[in-house]
């Protein structure tokens, strides 16, 4: 399958009709129904059966579509680094970053990069852990920062630090009186946390179980920013990193959860792929910062 064939198989699969396609491409649909029977002449089977209009995969199109895919997406990153040179661009570093660091220290961490390298233009990406190590598997990234430490054999890990955990909370609750809020304090509140089977859950229910406590959250969340809106309503209490910016949230105020875990903040790179000299800069100021603001872990 030459690469051209590949950019249509893949586009009529994500689509589902030959128009559809063809406007994605921005070619004309005889133009595009021309190339899948070239491709399908080469391959020595059919990919679609047309129906009422539409065109079903065939079985043999749906077991070759995920190397397909992944295929193509390799040749999407190919060509979006070709345009970077083509433009004549000093250097292109892209870093991705879960929702908390993306928020707390990526900022201050481009801002010193920046510094020492304006003419590098900088990519920035935002998304769950493991949308990111999808990122710099594809290439779609070269550095990622994630509040976890565990990734899948293929991806170096580097710890840089950690962070802890607070509550969130309405500023007229009585727990804000208090300095620091304990496990205790939350048994018998409403309580907003991460969905279980993620990293700071598992780290918050040891910590509890550790102190004769359970732990259980009536409103599971996917990402800590997404409890502010929720504390803000009066849903309950939110236990959430420390690490992102709360301060700039109105009408709520945070308390350091006493006796609470660490949870460690980390490099993440992909094993055995070399870095260019921009993103070796990128990887030095991420080090620097973290030495000089980050806790270590316990």
């Known amino acids: 399958m030459r690469a051209r ?8 699969m994500r689509v589902g009709t030959v128009t559809g396609a ?71 570093v892209r870093v991705a970053a879960s929702v908390p660091p993306a928020m707390s220290v990526l900022p201050e961490i481009l801002a010193g990069y920046r510094a020492r390298y304006p003419d590098v233009l900088l990519r920035s990406h935002v998304a ?62 409403t309580l907003i946390s991460y969905r279980a089977a993620t990293r700071p859950r598992d780290e918050l229910d040891k910590a509890a179980q550790r102190q004769g406590r359970a732990f259980s959250a009536q409103l599971e969340i996917e990402v800590s920013i997404s409890a502010v809106g929720f504390v ?22 945070t308390r350091p959860l006493h006796d609470g875990p660490a949870l460690p903040l980390s490099l993440l790179t992909l094993s055995g792929k070399a870095l260019s000299r921009a993103e070796e800069g990128m990887r030095d100021e991420i080090r620097k910062f973290s030495k000089m603001r980050l806790p270590s872990l316990p």
């Open 5 to 12: 064939q590949l950019e249509v198989f893949t586009a009529v």
């Open 22 to 92: 063809a406007e994605v491409l921005n070619i004309s649909q005889p133009a595009l129904s021309q190339i899948l029977l070239h491709c399908e002449d080469d391959l020595g089977f059919k990919l679609f059966a047309r129906e009422k209009g539409r065109l079903r995969p065939t079985a043999e199109a749906l077991e070759i579509y995920p190397e397909a895919e992944r295929l193509f997406s390799g040749l999407e990153g190919l060509r979006r680094k070709t345009q970077d040179l083509r433009l004549g661009r000093a250097g292109l």
């Open 128 to 189: 769950p852990i493991a949308t990111l190590i999808a990122m710099l598997r594809a290439g779609d990234a070269a550095l990622a920062l994630a509040m976890d430490d565990k990734a899948p054999p293929d991806i170096d890990v580097e710890r840089l630090g950690a962070t802890t955990f607070c509550c969130l909370l309405p500023e007229t609750h009585p727990l804000a009186a208090r300095e620091t809020v304990s496990f205790a304090d939350l048994a018998d509140q």
């Open 232 to 253: 803000q309503a009066g849903l309950g209490i939110a236990v959430v990193d420390a690490l992102l910016p709360w301060g700039q949230f109105d009408g709520v105020t």
